[in-house]
């Protein structure tokens, strides 16, 4: 399936990618086009939209995309729910929703300036994410689901 979403990736638009590889969809194939015309190629190209104003993958309250992710497809895996938490205070107003969200917000940026390519950006930073979720599967409560991270 495909997926689209604005240019130039920051926390969401590079951990809602990680997320859907590793648990939605392994096949994904990620368009990162200019805001204007995420819906016109959701439309042309049967992509599914997130992380824009106005989509089911979007931003609600003070939810961000990636909880939004997790809450369609079902994910009860609590290292995720740990890490959501670290992912939307990284990429919304709540910078101190835990210790890690600053650090996650930073690094983010630095990949941004590091790589003018979004694909290119994406591919380096998704080990990031593999390794917060490492780090949350250790510190998060025991996890009775049946998530697990796929590679």
Not at 98 to 108: C, D, F, N, V, Y
Request: glycine share 4%; proline share 6%; hydrophobic share 40%.
């Amino acid at each position: 399936m495909k997926w689209v979403t604005r240019a130039r990736p920051k926390v969401d638009r590079v951990a809602c990618p990680w997320l859907i590889k590793r648990f939605v969809d392994p096949q994904a194939e990620f368009l990162y086009v200019p805001p204007e015309e995420v819906m016109e190629v959701a439309k042309r190209e049967g992509a599914i939209p997130f992380d824009v104003a106005n989509v089911e993958l979007g931003h609600d309250g003070p939810n961000c995309s990636f909880d939004a992710i997790i809450k369609k497809y079902k994910l009860t895996d609590r290292a995720l729910q740990r890490l959501a938490v670290i992912v939307r205070g990284a990429d919304t107003e709540a910078k101190d929703l835990t210790p890690e969200s600053r650090g996650l917000e930073a690094i983010a940026e630095g990949f941004r300036l590091v790589y003018s390519d979004d694909h290119e950006l994406l591919e380096r930073e998704l080990s990031v994410y593999d390794a917060l979720y490492a780090y949350c599967q250790q510190t998060a409560p025991q996890n009775t689901s049946s998530g697990a991270l796929k590679n």
